[in-house]
């Protein structure tokens, strides 16, 4: 993500007598696609691993799935975005709910039920960890987020929630909780560390630009809670305060929720305060974070360490960047500090360097600015703090103290990559000692280019992963071993080598494209099975939850994976019916197809052939479930449905309000508009509404809100503006989607209402992304 160094914003503009600043002036976007696309990869040859091969095995369906473990028996428990969590038979074909807490989750924005962890004894105490944002039933922005602790009962194997067991580790209240400001970077990962701690991912609680307290954050719903409010209203600053849980790794104790003795800033008369929570810090939106594996144990990253020695173990963590960079991180130890929001990657961030709010005082360390204590990386560290004047007392290399005032190295990330460009970089020094830090175009080594000497690695929304192949007993092949990491937008999946240097530098190097994944897959996380012979890739929208694991004697097929359009037919009877099952297919090369089709009503047909027809004869409204099974050469198979309906129509919808791209005014922070919509059944039957309120932002969406019924009288957004210097768009669509009661026929209909800045040329441009 490196476009050109920006022009510094203009001035920001004084306050208005309530606390919000207008966006900078409006200035006609340039005529340009959200980003500048680069040439498409070319594809990536598995490099030879021997006569295996790897499988695939897709669990049964999920909607909105987000984090996945394997439990001790090889089942596996699955969260979901809205609060559920499902557990899944080993063999990946019957689905069961585990439990359903999402009357409490907030899903507006990017908020959710983001984080769930098993305990490391799961198979004797049954503890399920969960962190989500807390739905207040008031008005966005959200208050705070928690994590909470149940018990799945021994006595039912494990497959049974105690709902009296709750227990409530962090965010009993707004003061114990970790502040969620606006609708955007809050919780994440959970993971337990080699000692038992329990640690936490979570972001800045910023909007999607940087906010370095410009915006004033102390009215929020947030805020109501929060004794010292306006003290945190300091924006994306929060991930440099040691006094704030945002933009942290924190760190539990995960039976009571205190903070751990060995983490850098505990306090122990105030075991629950939120400096003695915190692990590492200089987080944007850390939303995914794996333990990764060791290939030998030492003292440094010994193999079972007590809590109180301060060494859970390393993380390979994913940190989602601005609108240039994206990171993956090694967090290695106690006051780990990524540097967001002074830097974004391995450089000083230029643009939040020059934004208000970047020379603000850290009022807890006798005034110094956020930015001095926070020093460039360097072989040698100084010895003095410049704005106090005082020795430097370093506790490792990520952290020390000046008097009472806590110093930080920016500790740089393993490896970056752009948004604007196929380049990515690991972090290096100049040759000559003592002088300051470079890095390393990953791109231009020869070890790290393709096999055709065509490199690409870009993308706009960074998934953390574990690393497998690595540890001691791994089976997988070392050839794809490494670090996983993969990206949201962009859909890909990558592994790269991880070392560290004589300097201490970590660096992961040699990334090369994984093609043993689903194509087209929104990859939200990546866990390995229990035996570690595995990975397990979750996709958010394609509701794909696939185990990937290598057979070292190749003998093993994949099963092929079942599609069917259309997803639904109405009509009057005699209705004639065509299934298209084309775009089936199956993981193993050269494996012969047959198509089954059952429709539901008596009747089926098998052909070689992905395209089949049907008619229905029906003397009343009559439901069918038309079904689709793909088999593949080997005898392995899947399925998928449609939906017909005889003698009744699909209902009918015409939004007519917001008209379709209209524009929505930039005066004041928000802005509202009246959802309507002209709604109508053939058959009268009864019709439920929905509508989504989606963020468009370049390439892709955040879903902020659901509204249900067919109206409502005021729907109210953030006013993002137009940002052409800095490569922004932003927009909003909102999709209204209706219902019939009796058989569940389905008719969408959508619009789109743009910030009143941009221009005709912008809307035609922007428009079908």
Known sequence: MTPPTPTPPPAPTPPTPHGYRPPPPRVPPSLRPPHP???????????????????????????????????????????????KVYTISADGQRRKLLLDISDEVATFGDHGMLGMALSPNFEINGWIYLHYVVDTRFSTPPTFSRITRYTATEATGFEQIDYASRKVLVGTDGMDGIPA????????????????????MHGDAGPPAASLGHTDESRTTAAKS???????????????????????????????????????????????????RVWALGFRNPWRARLLEEPTFSEEYPEHPLPEQGKPGRFAVGDVGWTMVEEMTIVDGAGFNGGWPKFEGMSDSPRSLHVDGADK??????????????????????????????????????????GDVPVFRHARPA????????????????????????????????????????????GYSVTGGPSIG????????????????????????????????????????????????PSAVNIVDIARTIDGDGLIIVGLYGMDITVVQWDPTGGRNSAPKARVTPAQEAGTSPL???????????????????????????????????????????AKPQKFTAVVTVTDSAGASSSAEMVVVVNNGAPTATITSPAHNSRYPLEQQYATVTLDAEVGDPDGDELSCEW???????????????????????????????????????????????????????????????????TDADIALLGNL
């Open 181 to 200: 400001f606006t609708n955007y970077h809050s919780c994440g990962a959970l993971v337990f560390g080699r000692d038992g701690t329990l640690m936490a």
């Open 37 to 83: 696309s680069p040439p498409p990869p070319p594809p990536s040859p598995s490099p030879p691993v021997g006569p295996g091969r790897f499988t695939q095995t897709r669990l049964a369906y999920v909607n909105q799935p987000v984090v996945v473990e394997q439990r001790f028996d090889k089942k596996f428990c699955v969260s979901t975005r809205s609060g």
């Open 576 to 618: 004639k019916v065509t299934l298209d099952a084309s775009a089936s297919s199956d993981p193993d090369d050269g494996d012969l197809l047959r198509f089954a089709f059952d429709w539901g009503d008596g009747s089926s047909t098998e052909s070689n052939h992905p395209f089949a027809t049907h008619t229905y004869v029906a």
């Open 470 to 517: 690595v540890g001691k007993g791994d089976t997988w092949p070392k050839e794809w071993s490494g670090v996983f990491f993969s990206d949201y937008v962009s859909k890909w999946l990558y592994v790269a080598n991880v070392g560290k240097t004589a300097d201490g530098l970590y660096q992961m190097s040699n990334a090369r494209k994984f093609n043993g994944v």
């Open 226 to 276: 929060l004794s010292n409010a306006q003290e945190r209203s300091i924006g994306s600053l929060r991930a440099q305060a040691i006094d704030s849980m945002d933009g942290k790794m924190l760190r539990f104790n995960a039976a009571t929720g205190d903070g751990v003795s060995s983490n850098p800033f505990f306090d122990p008369e105030r075991p629950r305060a939120e400096r003695s």
């Open 692 to 758: 989504e309120m989606r963020l468009q932002h370049n390439t892709h969406y955040h879903t902020i809100d659901y509204f249900p019924g067919c109206t409502r009288t005021e729907a109210r957004f953030e006013a993002f503006g137009c940002f052409p210097d800095e490569g922004e768009s932003y927009w909003y669509k909102f999709i209204l989607t209706v219902k019939d009661a009796p058989f569940d026929l389905v008719t969408t209909a959508q619009v789109l209402i743009w910030p009143d800045c941009a």
């Open 361 to 402: 005082t850290n009022t807890r360390a006798r005034n110094c600015k956020f930015y001095e204590l926070l020093l460039d990386d360097a072989r040698e560290l100084p010895l003095e703090l410049a704005c106090t004047g005082e020795k430097i007392n370093w506790v490792n290399r990520n952290y020390g103290w000046a």
């Open 415 to 458: 490896l970056d990559y752009m948004h604007y460009s196929t380049r990515a970089r690991y972090p290096s020094y100049w040759p000559v000692r003592g002088t300051a830090a470079t890095c390393t175009v990953l791109n231009e080594d020869r070890g790290c280019t393709h096999p055709d000497s065509m490199p690409y690695l870009s």
